[in-house]
């Protein structure tokens, strides 16, 4: 697939504007500030409905307007897609081929995005929770479903940890909070431990070519409880622990165990190099994690996504440079 063109109305910087694309290699250049990574951040939220910079959408809003609007036309299976998304400051709507919609999860496998910027070479050495949006991130355009149950989880973990700060904690009504979180905690579980097995066999083979085979990167699931076979076992035992733990959630006003508090490790020759790692090893792992992305999206939805590339050459050495480049002949 491919995108068209983009046109644009007080998105950011751009009060009107209107940009076409080739098919295959397209380079924005410019100084700072002018708008470079505004515009690839207009292309990005064409795939999930949402910005890879900010979880405010009227920041996108250009300053002292009133809304924004962008709107691309992309090529899927030789057929036109056509998406407007328009920004308020009381609300989104989004049109696909002209019909309205109110939800993001409509927009799911109409176009596959994957966005590597500089932020993402911190997805292995900072904080457990880049982690689990770059699992949630990509898992939500895999698989649409997924994104509901993580709507679903959140809304319900939510709800839980504001009945935990109530001062008359009640414990049965918690108990019935928590059969909720579990249905859907178990499911979030079992599809990131799937996705990221997958994607430990793909990172670890180009892992293996930057380096020449001098490493093998290894990536596991890392969750907070014990994983089972099945989705009614993941429940039980989720629950189980749920239970176990609401004396100390209690103390502490908030839900202790859950997929909310998973991670992924990352290793090389048994190193986890999150803690430990060298910034090499740390950037290489970012490298493969991204290839990997990109291979796991054309091999579940036969489709190649598009490849949005915000500075990141400038933070790699010319060896990861070229492998990177030399990657990305078949995609735009």
């Known amino acids: 697939m491919y995108l068209k063109k983009i046109e644009l109305k007080n998105f950011r910087n751009y009060e009107e504007e209107t940009v076409e694309f080739h098919k295959k290699v397209n380079i924005i250049t410019g100084k700072n500030a002018q708008g470079k990574t505004n515009l690839l951040e207009s292309l990005y939220i064409m795939s999930l409905g949402k910005s890879f910079r900010t979880n405010k959408d009227t920041e996108m809003i250009g300053f002292q307007k009133e809304f924004c609007r962008a709107k691309s036309t992309s090529v899927k299976d030789e057929r036109e897609i056509e998406i407007e998304i328009t920004i308020g400051r009381e609300g989104k709507s989004t049109r696909i081929n002209g019909v309205k919609t109110s939800k993001n999860i409509d927009l799911l496998e109409n176009v596959y995005m994957v966005v590597f910027s500089p932020e993402d070479l911190k997805i292995v050495k900072d904080e457990p929770e880049k982690r689990r949006k770059f699992m949630d991130r990509e898992l939500c355009q895999l698989k649409p479903v997924y994104y509901r149950n993580l709507v679903r989880y959140k809304k319900i973990l939510q709800h839980r940890n504001t009945l935990l700060k109530q ?46 085979g001098k490493e093998a990167l ?10 089972k076979e099945s989705l009614e076992e993941q429940k039980k035992y989720l629950n189980k622990m749920l239970n176990k733990n609401l004396k100390n959630d209690i103390l502490r006003r908030s839900t202790s165990i859950g997929p909310h508090k998973d991670d992924m490790l990352m290793s090389v020759d048994g190193v986890d190099i999150r803690h430990f790692g060298s910034q090499g090893q740390q950037r290489t792992a970012a490298l493969s994690l991204k290839l990997a992305e990109i291979r796991l999206i054309k091999e579940e939805t036969e489709v190649s996504p598009i490849l949005l590339l915000d500075d990141v050459l400038s933070e790699l050495d010319a060896e990861r440079q070229n492998f990177l480049i030399h990657s990305l002949e078949d995609i735009q």
Do not use: C, H, M
């Open 167 to 212: 001062p008359d904690i009640q414990e049965d009504v918690l108990s019935i909070w928590d059969e909720s979180l579990a249905e859907y905690g178990a499911k979030i579980i079992l599809e990131r431990s799937r996705f990221v097995e997958k994607l430990s066999q793909i990172s670890r083979e180009i892992s293996s070519r930057i380096t020449n």
């Open 218 to 227: 290894d990536i596991t699931y890392e969750s907070n409880v014990e994983l």
